[in-house]
């Protein structure tokens, strides 16, 4: 039996019904691609939306031992993660990482490099962070969950709780809807979500067509769908306060796009959701809440189920190889002697390229973020 690593490069609208099965498959036996994003139907979607979506269907012999979905512009030359800047974690679907045929998978798939800042399912992840995930899975009752946390959760929970008063004392009773399909709500939080854009600085994603497709495709999927975005919604005296749009499984909740009407800042209006969506999480059908790879800020308070995600450059041959190597060098060098000012420029360089392909919109983009400080 052969043991040389064979790659078809696809268009997934090009994968056949066996080969979804197989994909599904190798992600149930992985724990690491618990996550939503690793959903075959999340890159058909994606793939739907772009002409340069591609998956590299990893074989030996007759057997199929992983997928690695990405986006190109040109063969040989860099590739992205599937669905880049929105998707939030990448790796190849496998039931085992397949770390030591990266190099004949680049080769095969014609990928010259690739960056990875969030990648899952590898056995040495460079740079690996925890990711902030709640497995409540298990547990008998939500306060069962809560009686396990640390003391700084609990002195975190009892904090919000005086805000939860003052919220209902000072400004009317809190409601909920879970899995809103109301469009206003929607256009609310893209609104909320695209002023804090503005307001910070940062490059706005969701001002490209294929983005705000993508969340708006998944959301009206609706709630039966296998693959969706749910939208759950706190409102104070009637008046929509906090939003969350996560992408789901049924099984895991990543929550995705979190807005909120800055008039409630000082009540924090998306902690008090959150606190309320892990109440609600067992009727959703939740079994983890999925909020991002890292534990700052509030997030390491809700951590309980371990995942590492890690930044990661995938280098193949050629020139594109060869110049991603060198910037790399270049980067890592301007690490502390230039304040990172390297990696912020390909930071938000690759976040525009891969919301806007234009020459003219990418140095738009840059000059507004240059102007921005970065």
Known sequence: MTTEIMIDRLKAAELTPQDWAAWAALR??????????????YTRIVSALHNDAYVAVIKQGDNILGFLPFQQRRRSGPARPIGAPLTDYHGIISNAPLDTHITAILKGAGIGAMALPHLMNSAKPADAAPCAVMQLK???????????????????????????????????????????????????????????????????????????????????AGPKAELRCDLHVMSINGQPAAMDLGLTD??????????????????????????????????????????????????????????????????????????????????????????????????????????????????????????NGG
């Open 250 to 371: 049924g099984t895991t909740f990543h929550s995705w796009i979190v807005g909120y009407d800055d008039h409630f800042h000082s009540l924090s209006p998306g902690m008090q959701l959150l606190e309320s969506l892990v109440d609600q999480a067992h009727v959703l059908g939740y079994e983890n809440i999925d909020l991002g790879a890292g534990l700052d800020g509030y997030k390491k308070h809700y951590a309980t189920w371990p995942h590492m995600a890690g930044a990661d450059l995938w280098l193949g041959s050629g020139f594109t190889a060869q110049r991603a190597r060198l910037y790399a060098a270049v980067e890592h060098k301007g690490a502390r002697a230039l304040k990172d000012i390297p990696g912020k420029f390909r930071r938000r360089y690759s976040q525009i390229a891969a919301c806007d392909p234009s020459a003219s919109g990418q140095a738009k983009a840059m000059w507004q973020a240059i102007k």
């Open 28 to 41: 149930a036996e992985n724990p690491s691609l618990y996550s939503p994003y690793f959903h075959p139907d």
């Open 138 to 220: 298990g547990y008998q009752t939500v306060d069962e969950w809560r009686g396990e946390r640390d003391s700084s959760y609990r002195r975190h929970l009892k904090s919000l709780r005086r805000r939860i008063k003052k919220t209902e004392s000072e400004h009317g009773a809190r409601t909920f809807i879970w899995q809103s399909q109301d469009p206003a709500h929607f256009e609310q939080l893209m609104t909320w979500k695209i002023q804090k854009f503005t307001q910070t600085g940062k490059y706005n994603v969701l001002g490209v067509n294929w983005t705000s497709a993508l969340l708006r495709q998944l959301w009206e």
